[in-house]
């Protein structure tokens, strides 16, 4: 019996990782057509302030989330934040039920926003905490899977629904949801290899909370440097596609409603695909090539994606560009990036981790909107920028086979 209990923890832990992922990726994806329905009726021109003012917004809480990290407990910080958001959620059903209008709908896009990238940093921080480094490489993916089932069972909810019920009966079961990822990731147990356990990894509580102590953290530390380039470049990658894909979508698809169907089923391709990655591949390769090797793949895949579209710019290639991308990026990249944080010290999972996937990740889109308005000025057209997503996207390549390397100097494979 007692070589069998870590076995029962460990399926444990795995259930409700992978539970509290899939609940929690529901419940986003459940509230995002609501968003972006909501958010079309203010019309297109509204959408770069609302994308301002969510990054104004993750900019003011980033000092709030460094205040709040040294001041409670790891197990509880997560489950905290979530009922934070469902107490959110529950006022946003009562005002769209009572007093909506254009004012709750900005508001309400700004913060699903902002509350899927805290929510999803948070989540994979505390993954980092309780799986050791053996089995992070083992399970993130399967972990990574569930919130690509997730990915699926939302859509689907909002799609039976919207016609059926009020837009406030869709926020109060998508808080119903959060509620029950929160239970899930406040039951999960630690291995004892992980942090604060014997396996050597740095131990103790998050310091500091100072206003900038993310950024100052991921300053003085290039692994955490390098993880920011990474970010910030795949966030480059994203929005080049998301614009170009917007552009096309509107000539192909006039019909706001085909349009509608179009995206969404690209959003249920991808998220398909990136469960099966997920489940079955990131966990083998990151086994058998390491994170360096799943890292490197992801950069290649890429790569080599933007090429074939440099070479034949239309919408259907950019299309299957855009799934590339964005399974890529879930179901191999982003969860071999996780895996580089249960390395690190608790600052940096939670601390700069935060700062990387909210401010750091947001700032590169904004940059990104940008620069791409700049390059049309020029008069560049989806081959260039296609070409310029290949360069960028082989620096991703170059960036992951570093940050590979220093995960393994620090003790990882």
Same mark, same amino acid.
């Given at each position: @019996? ?91 059903? #009562? ?21 899927? @990238? ?8 505390? @993954? ?50 959060? #509620? ?6 406040? *039951? ?116 080599? $994606? ?8 239309? *919408? ?22 996780? @895996? ?20 750091? $990740? ?19 057209a989806l081959a260039g920028y296609a070409w310029c997503g290949a360069a960028l996207a082989a620096l991703v390549t170059v960036v992951g086979f570093k940050l590979g390397s220093g995960y393994r100097r620090r003790g990882?494979?």
């Open positions: @019996m007692d070589g069998a209990e870590p076995v029962r923890a460990a399926r444990l832990r795995l259930a409700l990782s992978f539970g509290s992922f899939t609940l929690l990726l529901a419940a986003y994806y459940l509230l995002r057509p609501l968003r972006d329905a909501l958010a079309a009726g203010q019309g297109s021109a509204t959408i770069k302030y609302l994308s301002s003012a969510v990054f104004v917004t993750m900019l003011c809480i980033a000092p709030l989330f460094g205040w709040l990290v040294p001041r409670l407990p790891r197990p509880r910080l997560v489950p905290f934040l979530y009922g934070f958001f469902v107490c959110n959620l529950l006022g946003f059903a #009562a005002v769209f039920t009572y007093r909506p209008g254009d004012v709750a709908a900005r508001v309400f896009y700004v913060w699903v926003t902002v509350f899927n @990238m805290f929510a999803v940093s948070v989540f994979w921080s505390r @993954m980092a905490d309780v799986w050791s480094e053996t089995g992070a490489r083992r399970r993130f993916g399967m972990i990574a899977a569930g919130g690509s089932l997730g990915g699926l069972l939302g859509p689907l909810l909002a799609r039976e629904l919207a016609s059926s019920v009020a837009p406030g009966t869709l926020v109060l079961l998508a808080a119903a949801l959060l #509620a029950g990822a929160a239970t899930c990731i406040g *039951l999960v147990p630690a291995d004892p290899a992980a942090a604060g356990g014997s396996g050597g990894r740095p131990t103790g509580e998050p310091s500091g909370g100072a206003v900038l102590a993310g950024f100052a953290l991921i300053a003085r530390t290039p692994f955490l440097a390098a993880i920011a380039a990474l970010v910030a470049l795949g966030s480059l990658l994203g929005m080049f596609v998301y614009i170009e894909m917007a552009r096309l979508a509107a000539i192909a698809y006039p019909d706001a409603a085909a349009r509608t169907a179009f995206f969404s089923g690209r959003d249920l391709i991808v998220n398909g695909i990136s469960a099966i990655l997920q489940f079955a591949v990131i966990g083998s390769v990151a086994s058998r090539l390491g994170v360096r090797g799943a890292l490197v793949a992801a950069g290649l895949v890429v790569t080599v $994606s933007f090429a074939g579209l440099a070479l034949d710019p239309t *919408l259907a290639v950019l299309t299957v560009t855009n799934v590339v991308l964005r399974c890529t990026e879930f179901g191999l990249a982003k969860p071999a990036r996780d @895996m580089l944080y249960t390395v690190l010290e608790p600052a940096a999972r939670y601390q700069a981790k935060n700062v990387i996937d909210t401010t750091v $990740s947001r700032g590169s889109d904004v940059t990104a909107g940008w620069v791409h308005a700049l390059l049309g000025r020029f008069g560049m990882g494979f």
